[in-house]
């Protein structure tokens, strides 16, 4: 492996990146809405809420959740609950948006840019030129994660400290769910990303085809808005091994039928 080929393939990807206004902006605005301003809108309206209105809404959590709070104030549950656990897959959202936006611009973008062309004729290998692809992603997926997660322990400890009295986050669900489910929901984007955006032909379709992965991390928010499930220790580190193991499947994969002369026929 050349990996100052591959440095060098990463900075220019990043560059561009931060150069395009349509890429930049989402991958600034999303984590900031996500991890700043929704945890603190919910906090406010959350300490508002009548304690009678609360005892309903937590009926129907789950047995093994309600458990877990049962030192809790009813007040300080619903917070707990709120901020902790639905939350928690809202989250994952960010590493899997930014490695998409990312991974979707990698050869679609380039393609409409028409400097793909240049790119396939280098004296790079057809696998040091996906490494640096994919590293390109993953790399700012995993970056934006860890100081989301920073930013909206920040929010969350401030907003609820009237209520909590204590500081809850970050607990061991978190850390798990930060430095293992994360970096893997990154790749999982990245992998799924980068092997559409090679066999499209422009960026509109890669980022409509890419953003579909979202869809069974919407699954664990409707479940846990339902009352079916909730995220904890065990479940976080199972789902972050079955997350690790799709994106050895599709790292392997796309390692195999990674061409570049297949993307040069396309061009």
């Known amino acids: 492996m050349n990996w100052r080929a591959i440095a060098a393939i990463i900075e220019k ?13 989402p991958l600034i605005a999303v984590p900031l809405l996500v991890a700043g301003i929704l945890p603190l809108l919910l906090g406010i309206v959350l300490r508002g809420i009548d304690p009678s209105d609360v005892q309903q809404m937590l009926a129907v959590l789950p047995p093994g959740l309600l458990q877990q709070m049962a030192d809790l104030t009813p007040s300080q549950a619903m917070l707990s609950y709120m901020l902790v656990y639905f939350f928690a897959p809202l989250y994952l959202i ?6 998409n936006v990312i991974a979707a611009d990698s050869f679609a973008g380039e393609r409409e840019r028409k400097t793909l062309e240049a790119l396939l004729y280098t004296p790079t290998s057809d696998g040091e030129i996906l490494t640096a692809k994919l590293l390109a992603a993953w790399l700012p997926g995993v970056g934006i994660a860890l100081l989301s997660f920073v930013l909206y322990a920040g929010v969350a400890n401030v907003v609820a400290w009237p209520i909590m009295e204590q500081i809850f986050l970050p607990n061991a669900m978190w850390l798990v769910l930060v430095f293992w489910v994360a970096p893997a929901a990154a790749g999982l984007g990245l992998g799924t990303s980068v092997f559409v955006s090679a066999r499209v032909n422009s960026l509109q ?3 409509q085809i890419g953003s579909l992965i979202v869809m069974p991390v919407m699954g664990l928010i409707i479940g ?5 499930l909730y995220l904890d220790v065990s479940m976080v580190c199972l789902m972050g ?8 499947g599709l790292l392997w994969y ?4 990674f061409r570049r002369s297949v993307l040069i026929a396309r061009l």
């Open 205 to 207: 379709s890669a980022y």
């Open 254 to 257: 796309g390692r195999r039928t």
């Open 224 to 228: 846990q808005i339902s009352g079916v």
């Open 241 to 248: 091994l079955g997350l690790w193991l799709i994106d050895a």
């Open 13 to 25: 990807d990043l560059k561009i990146v931060l150069q395009s206004k349509s890429v930049a902006i």
């Open 94 to 99: 960010l590493p899997i948006m930014v490695s």
